[in-house]
């Protein structure tokens, strides 16, 4: 109150004038249609101002929550159909109905794009229903598998990672191959174990392949950037242009596939005998 009452004395004649002012302004409105006209034209404009910005600063910070809200719509979309993308023809191919997947939506909250091994902290964790080695894609592509899950978080091996490895096939000719990344660069990887007699051209499209317990098949993977041609009879290579972006990687989905365990117990059994 003092430092108020301060204020007031020192500022008393600026005070004194902004009061006159808008006394006489409000005079002369009130006994002059054209300038009360002008003056409810004229606040109009400034309280709709005033609103537009509120709205577009409330909008901003609902963004979030819009955000979370789309992706939960896109996880159940994912779950009543899949869709595979094709980057290179910007199409798309609906596949039948397979219910054997879940799509959880979670935020990436850290990523790492410039190591040898590269890793994803997402906020999603076991109170979620996540677990270890299941499947992490975006709206793009594939992204990488689940490796360790606390709580609330779990960390995600992504495709850029020295240890990264994925069954994917070629598109047009539906030949098998695998998947490393030892470009250095996020936005290629390299196919590898191409038989000789498989042409490749770039452009071509790269797909998850139907031997995957972790990501549902035909999962959209990349574009061949550069066919390689092994000079020997070995087999060739092929650096492709990851369909995902994963230095503007922001929403993910984690793939739970509610038949692994089973799968899993079939192949552990197959591998003992």
Known sequence: MYNLRRFILKHHFVI???LLEVISILLLARSQNFHRNRLVSGTNVVVGNIHEMGSDVGGYFHLRQANKQLAEENALLRKQISVVTDTATNTYTLLDHDTIYEYIPARVVNNSTGMANNYIVINKGKVDGIKRDM??????????????????????MSLLHSKSFVGVR??????????RWNTGNYRFGMVEDIPT???LHKGDTVLTSSYSFIFPEDMMVGTVEDPSVSSTDAL???????ATNFATLRHVYVIHNLHKPELDSLKANFLDK
């Open 170 to 179: 070629f598109k047009n000719s539906q030949q098998l191959a695998s998947l």
């Open 16 to 18: 004194l004038f902004i």
């Open 197 to 199: 007699h498989v042409e």
């Open 135 to 156: 499947g992490v894609i975006s709206s793009e592509g594939i992204v990488g598998v689940v490796t360790d899950v606390s709580l609330h978080y779990a960390s995600v």
């Open 236 to 242: 060739n290579k092929a650096e492709i242009r990851f």
